[in-house]
């Protein structure tokens, strides 16, 4: 058996033991607004912006500034680009597992396992940089009532040691101590997720109902931000617009792409969707047009109502709001944000879990992670073993690192995908495909050198913990998976 060996296309399995189908287009573009629109336009945008400076004064990135709605654009396009091969795929492959279970049908096994372990840095690393970022609004949220938490119980020990901030690096010597060691967690991070984790046991039509009513709360906190910033936007902001040039724009793309990862998740839904065929598509390409449209507008607001640099911040969008004077709307939007970043973790929780149970149920992972619960029909050891992975995590990372680490893998996960529609296309050409990519050798292309490009912009650092995180992948790969795969092993029951 070869390693690049292909997994047959097949109808998932939706019998007594399979997943139920309970989701339709409109559960799934309100999916995608609650993945994508989430830390990314309220963490990380601050940080595209101003660039990142460690404390002592090692410049890691540097900022868009006011250009930084064109790295929006930018990734808009890439996002379009790879959204578009998997929309096909999708409406080819409707089975959980998303880039991975693409990968094993086009690319064969070695690929999918490459891919499904970057997908860990997408879902489950990704979280613990959103539950980071919910923790700072939902402190700022506190402080509006006159609660204050003790610093050293909101930011854990790796955040801390990279912090540029006087304020909270000086944590290291002035936080209590257990036999010499700083106590140093984020405990608000740490219970988002803990909660999060118990709504997704419930069931799926539990937690979609949940999602959509945070997916309206958010975009009604995104309008506010709008409008009421918009009357208050001085255009000496804008000046000048791109302080870096087209090195901090890329640079900012590659920070703020963390803004635009999620839309994949709704492919991970395929085998819960009514008609995935038409819905998915639809879910995956409707949702990530709405949202560029929606950050591009945000972006210029930001940009404009205060000066780039002063939006380096776990929470900019808030405290922008502030800087001008508006602190009432700063309040609700730290409100509304903690609810919109609640629905992001929702559905990347959502998401690990199937990528899981998609690899398992194949013999990658062994056979526990492929069992659902008889009454609810979702993956829930999975789910509660990702989040006490996610919450642990949470309570001690540093937010800038695991952003980069996510990103990284997302978009290497994207790229293979924009291959994979290529392969298919001249593998199996008469396959039928209920949605085309068009202009096929054009869109892949670009697609894959799009997303290698964007990953280029991040710092080494990043690339070098990718290449740590490859590694170990493969080494669990040839000491389990290799051996334990069912295309090498067909009569193993799972």
Known sequence: MSLFDRKPIAAADN???????????????????????????????????????????????????????????????????????????????????????????TLGEIVAWVVGWALILEYAVGNVAVAIGWSGYFTSLLSGFGIDLPPWLTHGY???????DPAIHGLLETAPRIGGIPILVNLPAFGIVAAITVLLMQGVKESTRANNIMVVVKLLVLALFVIVGAMHIDPANYK???????????????????????????????????????????????????????????????????PYDQLRSSDPLAKALSLAGLSTASWIVAAGATVSMAAVLLVFQYGQPRIFYSMARVGLLPKFAAKLHPKTRTPHITTLITGVAVALGSLVADDAATYDLTNI????????????????????????????????????????????????????????????WMAIG?????????????????????
Request: positive net charge; contains cysteine.
């Open 158 to 164: 790796w955040n801390v040691k990279a912090s540029s």
């Open 240 to 306: 000048p617009f791109a302080p870096n040039g087209f090195r901090g724009i890329h640079q900012g793309a590659a920070i703020v792409f963390f803004a635009y990862i999620g839309f994949d998740a709704i492919s991970t839904a395929a085998e819960e969707t009514k008609n995935p065929q038409r819905n998915l598509p639809i879910g995956i390409l409707g949702g990530l047009a709405v949202c560029t449209v929606i950050y591009v507008i945000v972006g210029g607001v930001a940009t404009g109502l205060v």
């Open 474 to 494: 493969l080494v669990i790969y040839f000491s389990y998976g290799f051996r334990h795969s069912v295309l090498r092993n067909p009569t193993d029951n799972r």
């Open 15 to 105: 019998g007594e033991h399979g997943m139920r189908r309970t989701l339709g287009a409109g559960d799934l573009v309100m999916l995608a607004i609650g993945a994508v629109i989430g830390a990314g336009i309220f963490s990380s945008l601050g940080t595209a912006a101003a660039g990142e400076t460690l404390a002592d004064g090692t410049v890691v990135r540097y900022g868009a500034g006011p250009a930084l709605v064109l790295s929006f654009i930018l990734l808009g396009a890439v996002c379009g680009l790879a959204a578009l091969c998997y929309a096909e795929l999708a409406s080819m492959i409707p089975q959980a597992g998303s880039a991975y279970a693409y990968s094993y049908a």
């Open 409 to 468: 893998g997302t978009l290497a996960a994207f790229a293979v995908v924009c291959i994979g529609v290529l392969v298919l296309r001249v593998r199996e050409p008469d396959r039928h495909r209920p949605f085309r990519v068009p202009f096929v050798w054009g869109v892949t292309l670009l697609g894959a050198g799009a997303c290698v490009f964007v990953m280029k912009g991040l710092p080494s650092s990043a690339w070098k913990a990718f290449g740590v």
